[in-house]
């Protein structure tokens, strides 16, 4: 957590406020900040409401990874549904004398 940032604003911020902040972050830099929310909770020395303050981001954070993730195992599965379907698609390319596979070259 960068030190100038007040743990007492983010408690009182409205969680829309920090989604729309976080909404912006690619996975690797919410991967990046939920690991060093987890850092800083496991060193201790933390006030109840720094520590949930924390908590909470680093919840928001973990959603926001897992979005992150449904989307790449969709792109994912879209691009092997693809490749299943190329067998097909060749076979029809062939009854159509090739063209297409001439197109692709």
Same mark, same amino acid.
């Given at each position: 957590?960068? *030190?100038?940032t *007040?743990?007492?604003?983010?408690? *009182? ?6 989604d729309?902040? #976080?909404?912006? =972050?690619?996975y690797?830099?919410? !991967?990046?900040? #939920? ?6 909770l @496991?060193?201790?020395? #933390?006030? &109840? +409401?720094?520590s &949930?303050?924390?908590?909470?981001r680093?919840?928001? =954070?973990a959603? =926001?990874?897992e979005?992150? #993730?449904?989307?790449? !195992?969709?792109?994912?599965d879209?691009? =092997?549904?693809?490749? +299943?379907? *190329?067998?097909? @698609? ?5 009854e159509?004398g ?8």
């Amino acid at each position: 957590m960068d *030190s100038e940032t *007040s743990v007492d604003d983010t408690v *009182s911020e409205p969680n829309n406020d920090t989604d729309d902040e #976080l909404a912006g =972050l690619g996975y690797e830099e919410a !991967r990046d900040q #939920l690991i060093e929310v987890v850092k800083d909770l @496991e060193a201790g020395g #933390l006030s &109840l +409401e720094e520590s &949930l303050a924390l908590w909470e981001r680093g919840e928001r =954070l973990a959603r =926001l990874c897992e979005r992150h #993730l449904e989307g790449a !195992r969709e792109r994912i599965d879209a691009a =092997l549904a693809t490749v +299943e379907q *190329s067998p097909e @698609e060749a076979a029809e390319d062939d009854e159509d004398g090739g063209e297409a596979a001439e197109d692709s070259s």
